[in-house]
């Protein structure tokens, strides 16, 4: 069935604000066309930015009236939009940043849309609706299906429901929730969809800020105040009180009126983070993330919309909230590798953020203790403005840093905790304060072996090796996420009883730990071990009020948690990330490790740090080490300069895949020997190769490497390669520009 005409954007001509009834419009949906849809406008007209809903063949769809139509169609088969949705429009800024975005990344802009749009209920009419809270009672009868509802609803801390809702997300039917109602244990209640948020109060009074703060403080204040765009990296050592620095700008920006947005790496960073604004402000933000209800996504979505909506805190995706004044942005931790989205549509939060704010007049602050080599060399080059604050906040002083040389350890066979690092773990239990182990590996061990073959275990749709989980009881594939029981027998040559992990992941330090310490309260810190975000929230904040004795933890416990009585951290394998083809290895070592041993001594104790290592004269350990980190950062600029990549060169990975290997690389060689659009701009082709990982969820990968001087228009140039190529049955063609990763 024909919905109407459908075209390119190519109009230059100055747009309309406003459409008559009857009128063409043009109108972008998030569904997978390259187009926009020509509709007439609806009884009573719609303004540009419009949300609206439109048929698509049989369905109804969302869309945005994105300008007038492309007029190129048969008038009497043209279809009317349905209605205009009571929703604030879309903004131009918000407009030029997808637009923006989508050419950048080289995404369809129906994508980038569905980013815009991801919440649930959009179309539905603002209304009364029945939500569910905690009541104060406890139920008769408790079964364990009563017993999981009323968790969840504690977990979630005074959140409401639905019970649709609640049901779908305890995995119970609705009837055990109706249940509890009736017992008095859950209250229902009429509420309106959609409430604005609490306003908050930037005049209250914040922490005494250092003087170093103080004039940090100033600097980002007089950048909002003043109305225009700019950027500036926030670089302070770890526990220097970054956050009371931007809590200021925040509060300028909400001063003017305007709304702000902080983006934070970690869900489980929120909690804490939380707090200190509602400390700051009186009044709790609006938050955007995967561990936040649908109902309340929904109701953030449409209060930003409103301006009802001061401050969020969230997530990457947070970006494509449609803010009506976006004041601020602040990128916490920039360094942070999980800004980049790896699937679907392929973007840097970071960069975006710059993008953003330059269209609506913004100020952005970019704050970490070890920035990305593309902010520091930013930050030179004068585009960003750069502020230091070199000393602890408070009494606490930074951690004493020293490298264990574990070729001179005495340790046992299959143990990791140097002699060293057990006595000073030793000296912290005795004197009542926290050690922290870190091991950037999940599960038990990275490699279960036979000895009687040599037979490793790998996933049956990765080309990866299975990973010990000892908890799960399974090994489990860090690709696809796929499990099965750890095998009695080898899978290859049937013995029995031979079967033997190798190599140390944070379980099995755990059980080392534990039997170094048995009288020791041992907590584990991995993704991999909790349900969900808040019980994970939940951990972080017992052990930071002192419930545990030993930390043990992956990455994630280098992502800016506060732990007052922490005073140690033994870093287990200091070398793993400076193995290994990519470019950012040294940087990224270097980060995390600084990152970790800033985890101590955080309060009025001083912490110590210490890098277990077989390297220790590497550069990258020495300089984490000695501390200087500007020698650091020029030594690996030189080094990018001279190979000519990020953040002094232009790159960009092509990801082929497919179920047929030999179909894969037949297009990667076409790629390769078509590759003139590329020559001509300036651009060089490595490859095709196999993915360093070449099969991941049955699919067989192979990457091609565009590489670039600065100022070549590699977007371009790269859509005029591809565009002749049709992609046959499953074969997929992913483009990466600046690339994070390279597995």
């Avoid at 449609?322 to 840097?348: C, W």
């Avoid at 980190?629 to 001279?642: H, I, K, N, V």
Wanted: with cysteine; charged share 25%.
């Amino acid at each position: 069935m024909s919905n109407g005409s459908t075209h390119r954007m190519t109009d230059d001509s100055p747009t309309p604000e406003f459409f008559p009834a009857g009128e063409r419009v043009g109108v972008l949906t998030a569904q997978p066309l390259d187009r926009l849809l020509d509709y007439k406008a609806p009884d009573g007209g719609c303004f540009l930015g419009a949300f609206v809903e439109v048929p698509l063949g049989p369905r109804k769809v969302l869309g945005v009236v994105w300008g007038p139509g492309a007029g190129d169609f048969d008038p009497a088969k043209l279809r009317s939009v349905i209605r205009v949705l009571d929703l604030a429009a879309m903004r131009s800024e918000m407009r030029s940043f997808l637009e923006r975005a989508a050419l950048y990344t080289l995404t369809p802009l129906s994508m980038m849309l569905r980013l815009a749009t991801r919440a649930p209920g959009l179309s539905d009419p603002p209304s009364m609706r029945k939500v569910l809270r905690r009541g104060d009672r406890d139920p008769d009868r408790m079964t364990d299906a009563r017993a999981k509802v009323l968790d969840v609803m504690d977990e979630y801390d005074g959140a409401v429901f639905t019970a649709t809702e609640l049901s779908g997300l305890v995995g119970v039917t609705v009837s055990v929730v109706k249940g509890l109602v009736k017992q008095g244990a859950i209250r229902e209640e009429e509420a309106p969809r959609d409430l604005p948020f609490a306003p908050m109060d930037p005049d209250r009074p914040g922490k005494t800020l250092s003087p170093d703060q103080a004039r940090a403080a100033e600097v980002l204040e007089a950048g909002v105040n003043s109305g225009r765009y700019g950027t500036t990296l926030l670089k302070g050592v770890t526990g220097s009180g970054k956050t009371e620095v931007y809590l200021e700008a925040v509060a300028a920006c909400l001063r003017k009126g305007r709304q702000a947005l902080v983006l934070l790496p970690e869900i489980a960073l929120t909690a804490e983070f939380l707090k200190r604004v509602e400390a700051r402000f009186g009044a709790v933000p609006a938050e955007w993330h995967s561990g936040v209800t649908m109902t309340e996504r929904r109701r953030v979505w449409r209060m930003v919309g409103q301006g009802a909506a001061q401050l969020v805190i969230g997530a990457r995706s947070s970006l494509y909230l449609p803010f009506r004044d976006l004041g601020l942005i602040i990128v916490d931790e920039e360094h942070d590798t999980s800004y980049k989205q790896e699937e679907g549509v392929l973007y840097n939060a970071r960069d975006l953020s710059v993008w953003r704010a330059s269209l609506c007049d913004a100020q952005v602050v970019l704050a970490s203790a070890t920035p990305s080599l593309e902010t520091w060399a930013n930050a030179e080059a004068g585009k960003y403005t750069r502020l230091d604050l070199n000393s602890r906040f408070g009494p606490a002083i930074l951690p004493e840093m020293r490298v264990v040389d574990m070729r001179i350890e005495e340790l046992l066979p299959s143990t990791w905790i140097s002699p060293s690092l057990k006595q000073a773990m030793a000296a912290r239990i005795e004197r009542g304060e926290q050690s922290l182990l870190f091991l950037n590996r999940r599960g038990f061990a990275p490699v279960t072996i036979c000895r009687a073959c040599g037979a490793q275990v790998a996933c049956d749709n990765c080309d990866a090796r299975m990973v010990e989980h000892r908890f799960l009881k399974r090994l489990m594939c860090h690709q696809c996420g796929e499990t099965k029981p750890v095998p009695t027998e080898c899978p290859s040559c049937k013995v029995e009883g031979k079967m033997a992990p190798v190599g140390p992941g944070i379980e099995r330090l755990a059980e080392e730990a534990a039997a170094l310490f048995p009288e020791a309260r041992i907590a584990v810190l991995s993704s991999d071990l909790f349900g969900t975000a808040r019980a994970l929230k939940q951990r972080i904040e017992e052990i930071a009020n002192g419930e545990a004795d030993i930390i043990l933890g992956t990455q994630l416990v280098a992502k800016g948690h506060n732990f007052p009585l922490l005073t140690l951290v033994g870093v287990i394998d200091a070398d793993l990330g400076l193995q290994g083809s990519d470019l950012r290895a040294a940087e990224r070592t270097f980060q995390l490790m600084r990152q970790v041993a800033g985890r101590a001594g955080r309060a009025e104790r001083r912490g110590e740090a210490l890098l277990q290592s077989f390297q220790p004269e590497h550069p990258v350990i020495r300089a984490i080490v000695s501390g200087d980190e500007e020698s650091f950062w020029r030594a690996e600029a030189e080094q990018r300069r001279a190979a000519g990549v990020p953040p002094y060169g232009r790159m960009a990975g092509i990801i082929l895949s497919g179920s047929d290997l030999a179909q894969v690389f037949d297009l990667g060689s076409a790629l390769a020997r078509n590759d003139g659009p590329l020559r001509q701009a300036g651009a060089q082709l490595f490859g095709p190769a196999p993915a360093p990982i070449a099969r991941i969820r049955g699919r067989h990968r192979v990457r091609l490497l565009v590489k670039a001087d600065k100022g070549v228009p590699l977007q371009e140039a790269i859509t005029r390669w591809i565009a002749p190529f049709r992609l046959k049955g499953d074969l997929r063609l992913n483009v990466d520009i600046d690339p994070q990763n390279f597995f």
